[in-house]
Each structure stands twice: as C-alpha cells, then as structure tokens.
C-alpha cells in the first residue's frame, strides 16, 4: 500500500516521561503528512511527575490511568482506541530513533508487523538485561522455529485487525511485546524485522531484571503450548516414555518385575502426549 493511502495511530505509552515525552511527540509528528490519516495517542500509566498533564498541551489525544498498571495494559488501551488500519508504538523515553518511522511505513506491504529490530550499529542494551535477554531469545526462536533478531522490542508497525485476534492474551505487563511477537510468528503471519540502532533512555527505567526475565520465560512456554502445543509437549513426553521403557526394562531383567519409578515415567510421558494431541486439536478448530 502507497504512504498516501496509509491510515496509522501512533500509540505512546508514558510512564513519567514529562521530560522526554514533548520532543518524542513532535519529532514523531512529523511524519504525519507521509500519510493518508494519522493521529498520536499518549497513554499516561498513572504517572506522578505531571506527565499527563504536560501531555494534554500537546496535539495528541490522551488516556490516563489513575495508577500504573503496566506497559501492556497501556497499549491494550490504546489499541482499544486506535482509529486507524495500521498501530505504530514507540516509547516516550527518547531510546528508539524516531527517524526510522517512514521505514517502517514503506514496509507496510511486505507483511502483517514490521518491527525495529536493536541490531544497528548503535545498541545501548545495559549489561544485566542481555544474558536473559539472549536466553530468551533462543527459547522463543526454538519454539516459534523463526529467527528472531529481536524480541521485545518497543517500535513497531503491525495491522489492527490482525493485532485484536490474539487481544484476550495480551499482559498488563512489559512482556506485551514478546506476546504479539509470538503469536504473528506461530500463527503464520508475516514479520518483518529492520535494523535499527537503540539510545540511551531518558531517565529511569522500570524494569526490574530478574521478575521480567522469569515471566518472559513462562510466558513464551504458555504462548507457545497455545499455538504450537505439539512442540512443546511432544519432546518431553517422549523423553520420560523412553527413560521409562529403559528403567522399566532394567528392573524386569534385573530384578524379575517392573519398578513403580519406571511404569510412572510411561504414564506420565503418555498422559503428556494425550494433552498436546487435545491441545492440538482445539487449536486447529480454532483457525476454522
């Protein structure tokens, strides 16, 4: 689709950002005559710098949170909503470079997201996010079976309509990314993944490490039972079948009866298969 037929919500989440969110709005207002319609939302997330009131002097429409209830929950509400066929999110903090917005909208043809992957020249990723972030990572890209240069990242462009599909298993939280990110991939949509170089942030952050990184793992292992359960299932299952078979074999030969460890591994392993066959079994009806 030509730019001039484009029609795109920019969605900015706030969480005191009173000091970089004026110039992230204009420098992303810019670009708005690169398109057929556009319009910015600022989703203040119960901030208490007088972010939502600094936010409400500028052209853009806002939503505010009494308190803060998360980066995802924040996007949820902005999608809600979001006028426009196509989503644009970017942080307020002055991290994403905002420069690189009309590549992502010349991309809108070649698939259903198109993200702003931090593999530029120029990544600022703090030294004790990028262990779990590398973990998580590889376990997603097992999973999915896609390569993905990045994960979570806060800057990109994807289709409403296909976005509010997966709605009810979106987070409050900052694993919002990781969420949609998983479910284009394992439901065959197309994704895109640009280069793009990754700033230092403007003031605080609120992510905290070691609760993000724990839940970013369960939660790619629940998004993926969902779309891919035999995957997940299956390779366990036939792990404890087997380790099964071979104490159970030990035990017969050795000792002239099967041990109760090895009969439970078989049990448990084919129990196991019988969920991911159920599971994959609602998943397909659900894509009828």
Same mark, same amino acid.
């Given at each position: 689709?030509?730019?001039?037929?484009?029609?795109? /919500?920019?969605?900015?989440?706030?969480?005191?950002?009173?000091? #970089?969110?004026?110039?992230?709005?204009?420098?992303?207002?810019?670009?708005?005559?690169?398109?057929? %319609?556009?319009?910015?939302?600022?989703?203040?997330?119960? %901030?208490?710098?007088? /972010?939502?009131?600094?936010?409400?002097?500028?052209?853009?429409?806002?939503?505010?949170?009494?308190?803060?209830?998360?980066?995802?929950? %924040?996007?949820?509400?902005?999608?809600?909503?979001?006028?426009?066929?196509?989503?644009?999110?970017?942080?307020?903090?002055?991290?994403?470079?905002?420069?690189?917005?009309?590549?992502?909208?010349?991309?809108?043809?070649?698939?259903?997201?198109?993200?702003?992957?931090?593999?530029?020249?120029?990544?600022?990723?703090?030294?004790?996010?990028? *262990?779990?972030?590398?973990?998580?990572?590889?376990?997603?890209?097992?999973?999915?079976?896609?390569?993905?240069?990045?994960?979570?990242?806060?800057?990109?462009?994807?289709?409403?309509?296909?976005?509010?599909?997966?709605?009810?298993?979106?987070?409050?939280?900052?694993?919002?990314? /990781?969420?949609?990110?998983? #479910?284009?991939? /394992?439901?065959?949509?197309?994704?895109?993944?640009? *280069?793009?170089?990754?700033?230092?942030?403007?003031?605080?952050?609120?992510?905290? *490490?070691?609760?993000?990184?724990?839940?970013?793992?369960?939660?790619?292992?629940?998004?993926?039972?969902?779309?891919?359960?035999?995957?997940?299932?299956?390779?366990?299952?036939?792990?404890?079948?087997?380790?099964?078979?071979?104490?159970?074999?030990?035990?017969?030969?050795?000792?002239?009866?099967?041990?109760?460890?090895?009969?439970?591994?078989?049990?448990?392993?084919?129990?196991?298969?019988?969920?991911?066959?159920?599971?994959?079994?609602?998943?397909?009806?659900?894509?009828?």
């Amino acid at each position: 689709m030509n730019l001039s037929e484009l029609s795109v /919500t920019v969605l900015i989440p706030a969480y005191n950002e009173v000091n #970089a969110l004026p110039d992230t709005v204009a420098l992303v207002n810019q670009y708005a005559a690169l398109v057929k %319609s556009w319009e910015i939302i600022v989703i203040d997330d119960g %901030s208490t710098d007088g /972010t939502a009131e600094v936010a409400r002097k500028l052209e853009v429409k806002v939503i505010s949170h009494e308190r803060n209830l998360g980066y995802g929950a %924040s996007l949820k509400d902005g999608m809600r909503e979001a006028s426009h066929e196509w989503i644009l999110i970017i942080d307020a903090d002055g991290t994403y470079p905002i420069d690189q917005i009309p590549r992502l909208l010349e991309a809108n043809g070649e698939a259903e997201m198109i993200v702003g992957a931090r593999t530029g020249e120029v990544v600022q990723v703090p030294l004790l996010r990028r *262990p779990g972030k590398w973990i998580i990572t590889r376990l997603a890209e097992y999973l999915s079976q896609r390569k993905i240069p990045d994960l979570n990242s806060g800057l990109r462009l994807f289709r409403k309509d296909v976005a509010m599909r997966f709605f009810p298993l979106y987070p409050d939280g900052f694993s919002f990314t /990781t969420t949609i990110t998983l #479910a284009m991939l /394992t439901n065959r949509y197309r994704v895109k993944f640009l *280069p793009i170089n990754y700033h230092k942030r403007i003031g605080k952050s609120s992510i905290k *490490p070691i609760r993000d990184f724990t839940n970013f793992c369960l939660l790619i292992i629940r998004i993926c039972a969902c779309f891919k359960p035999l995957q997940v299932f299956v390779p366990p299952a036939l792990v404890l079948i087997s380790a099964g078979t071979i104490k159970g074999s030990f035990d017969y030969f050795g000792q002239g009866h099967l041990g109760l460890l090895g009969v439970s591994l078989v049990l448990t392993g084919v129990q196991m298969l019988f969920i991911a066959l159920l599971a994959d079994l609602v998943d397909q009806r659900m894509k009828m």
